[in-house]
Nanobody, 126 residues
Framework: QVQLVESGGGLVQAGGSLRLSCAASGRAFSSYTMGWFRQAPGKEREFVGAISPSGGITVYGASVKGRFTISRDNAKNTVYLQMSNIKPEDTAVYYC???????????????????WGQGNQVTVSS
C-alpha cells in the first residue's frame, strides 16, 4: 500500500497558475504510473492526466491539454501537477493516485489506480 499526501491547492484567479504536489511513501514509487484526477460537486471523477514510471511519457485529458503539465521526481517520491491559464471550470477537488499494476499500462480510468491521496481543493475565481 502507498500513502499519498497532497499539497498546494487553494484559491487562484482565472488565468493564474498553481502547482499541486503529491508525496508518496510505501510501495516502490518509481515503478508505477501516477495519475491525477479531479471531481467537481455533483460530477463524476474526471481524468486529468498521468505520467509513466520513468516520467518519459505523459498524457492528458482533453479539457486540460496544453494548460496542465505533470512531472515527477522519483528521488523525492513526488509527482507534480502544474496548472497554468486556469479557468473557473477547473474548480474541483484534485486527487493523485498510484497505478494498480507495475509499469505503464491502462491509465485513464479510476479503476486503474488503487491508492489515492486525500484530495486537494482548487477554487478558481473569475
Amino acid at each position: 500500500q502507498v500513502q499519498l499526501v497532497e499539497s498546494g491547492g487553494g484559491l487562484v484567479q482565472a488565468g493564474g497558475s498553481l502547482r499541486l504536489s503529491c508525496a508518496a511513501s510505501g510501495r516502490a514509487f518509481s515503478s508505477y504510473t501516477m495519475g491525477w484526477f479531479r471531481q467537481a460537486p455533483g460530477k463524476e471523477r474526471e481524468f486529468v492526466g498521468a505520467i509513466s514510471p520513468s516520467g518519459g511519457i505523459t498524457v492528458y485529458g482533453a479539457s486540460v491539454k496544453g494548460r496542465f503539465t505533470i512531472s515527477r521526481d522519483n528521488a523525492k517520491n513526488t509527482v507534480y501537477l502544474q496548472m497554468s491559464n486556469i479557468k473557473p471550470e477547473d474548480t474541483a477537488v484534485y486527487y493523485c493516485a498510484v497505478g494498480r499494476v507495475l509499469g505503464w499500462t491502462s491509465y485513464s480510468r479510476v479503476a486503474d489506480y488503487d491508492d489515492w491521496g486525500q484530495g486537494n481543493q482548487v477554487t478558481v475565481s473569475s
